[in-house]
């Protein structure tokens, strides 16, 4: 009786032993292509930022000035500050007045709005931190200038 319980229990082991590996010589493979289809599909939107990123010439402008972008110029709207590399040929690409310019000069002033008001922010900061020190002198010594010329361009 001992014995062919035994071995009823190894026969039951050796059978659950055989459906695991057949389970899992079924899942790998299913699973590899799975992953291959995902990286397939894919492949095109990572083709694509590859080939933008590399792609893309060096920027036409910069907000700072620096030995690669010594010319300043400012947009025509609210005449904020940029530099250029060569102001003839960025002069040739972007002519005043183009839907070229227009867009660059609107994404000029967009990056230079969200930098400046950053720098807004970090000072308006300062100037709380002086009043809740029960400073308000230092307080008012405190400068606003970004905050100042935000105002100064873009106010109506």
């Known amino acids: ?3 062919r319980q035994q071995q009823y229990r190894q026969q039951q082991y050796r059978q659950q032993q055989n459906w695991r590996q057949q389970q899992q010589g079924y899942q790998q493979p299913q699973q590899q292509s799975s992953l291959l289809r ?3 599909s894919i492949a095109p939107i990572i083709m694509l930022l590859f080939f933008n990123l590399f792609s893309r010439g060096p920027a036409p402008y910069s907000l700072s000035q620096t030995r690669d972008y010594p010319f ?3 947009t ?3 005449r904020v500050p940029f530099y250029v590399a060569d ?3 960025f002069g040739k690409q972007y002519r005043p007045g183009s839907h070229e310019r227009r867009i660059l000069e609107h994404e000029i002033e967009t990056s230079w709005t969200e930098i400046t008001r950053r720098k807004c922010t970090q000072q308006q900061l300062v100037r709380a931190r002086w009043v809740s020190y029960n400073q308000p002198e230092k307080a008012a010594r405190a ?3 970004y905050c100042e010329e ?3 361009r873009f106010s109506t």
């Open 1 to 3: 009786q001992q014995y």
């Open 38 to 40: 995902l990286l397939i």
């Open 72 to 74: 300043p110029a400012t």
């Open 76 to 78: 025509s709207a609210h």
């Open 87 to 89: 102001k003839a040929m």
């Open 143 to 145: 400068p606003l200038n």
């Open 150 to 152: 935000l105002e100064s």
